[in-house]
T-cell receptor, first 115, second 111 residues
Framework: GAGVSQSPSNKVTEKGKDVELRCDPI?????LYWYRQSLGQGLEFLIY????????KSGLPSDRFSAERTGGSVSTLTIQRTQQEDSAVYLC?????????????FGQGTRLTVV | GDSVTQMEGPVTLSEEAFLTINCTYT??????LFWYVQYPGEGLQLLLK?????DKGSNKGFEATYRKETTSFHLEKGSVQVSDSAVYFC??????????FGEGTQLTVNP
């Protein structure tokens, strides 16, 4: 596609339910990032995939959060047993990653509301 | 680890005023530096970047110079417009590592 696509754009879920958020990166981009943006806050890093390397999971806030990237393309972020503090906009980005001189392209985000 | 510190917001200016948003960083190695912008209701997009010391990134009248000696990448614009109202994020990236963002600075420009 022309850009990074995220789905759903909005998700309302009940506390305790599991949710899956999807990210389709730009074709050919080897790097994929997930960030979280709470209301009025900055960007909180969650996880980073780069090619076939082991992902950098250092930003995942708890073991309820996990992510995978299948075939080096589509990524799914899963939140188990959602809590109200998980409510935020979840942003995905991808980049070509040739050395350090790259641009990250962001999707529109998934707005998650836990009620 | 890598980190980025931005001036605290929000910043409110009148149209045609001069803008500076400060950004300093801590990084191992030699990072590339970026400013991203998030307009109301839109996704983040790259505003400008610089990849080595003394480089100046520029776009849409905005400029930022990579200052290695002061580890800074301050964003400037000589005359802001109402349409510049947005949240601005300073970021860095080192080879083999991920993007690290600052906290963001909300800019409001009044007519």
């Amino acid at each position: 596609g022309a850009g990074v696509s995220q789905s759903p754009s909005n998700k309302v879920t009940e506390k305790g339910k599991d949710v899956e958020l999807r990210c389709d990166p730009i074709s050919g981009h080897t790097a994929l990032y997930w960030y979280r943006q709470s209301l009025g806050q900055g960007l909180e890093f969650l996880i980073y995939f780069q090619g076939n390397s082991a992902p950098d999971k250092s930003g995942l806030p708890s073991d309820r959060f996990s992510a995978e990237r299948t075939g080096g393309s589509v990524s799914t972020l899963t939140i188990q047993r959602t809590q109200q503090e998980d409510s935020a906009v979840y942003l995905c980005a991808s980049s070509l990653r040739t050395g350090g001189d790259t641009e990250a392209f962001f999707g529109q985000g998934t707005r998650l509301t836990v009620v | 680890g890598d980190s980025v510190t931005q001036m605290e917001g929000p910043v409110t200016l009148s149209e045609e005023a001069f803008l500076t948003i400060n950004c300093t960083y801590t990084a191992t190695g030699y990072p590339s530096l970026f400013w991203y912008v998030q307009y109301p209701g839109e996704g983040l997009q790259l505003l400008l970047k610089a990849t080595k010391a003394d480089d100046k990134g520029s776009n849409k009248g905005f400029e930022a110079t990579y200052r290695k000696e002061t580890t800074s990448f301050h964003l400037e614009k000589g005359s802001v417009q109402v349409s510049d109202s947005a949240v601005y994020f300073c970021a860095l990236e080192t080879s083999g590592s991920r993007l690290t963002f600052g906290e963001g600075t909300q800019l409001t420009v009044n007519p």
